[in-house]
């Protein structure tokens, strides 16, 4: 793991962070590098969380066929209940 993954990592999670404390909402952020479905399904298995939200960005039906896509993963292999934004 390089500098430059640290310092995107910091620079993405900071300001959710910041947004969660804020509004008094308990939450944890994490980094991790690997394939995205794999690692976010494995951290939210390992850390026995009530609820894992996630972004979605809406490929359609043909575009997750082709493609899949990693939320479409993580619903598949999460055993943590899944609410997906768009």
């Not at 959710?16 to 804020?22: A, P, Q, S």
């Not at 794999?38 to 939210?44: G, L, P, S, V, Y």
């Amino acid at each position: 793991i390089d500098q430059y993954q640290l310092d995107e990592a910091e620079r993405v999670l900071s300001p959710v962070t910041k947004f969660l404390i804020r509004h008094d909402i308990d939450a944890k952020t994490a980094w991790k590098v690997g394939h995205a479905a794999e690692q976010i399904a494995k951290f939210a298995d390992a850390g026995k969380f009530d609820l894992l939200v996630m972004g979605s960005h809406g490929h359609g039906a043909l575009g997750n066929l082709v493609m899949g896509s990693v939320a479409t993963k993580v619903l598949a292999h999460c055993r943590v209940p899944v609410l997906l934004v768009r």
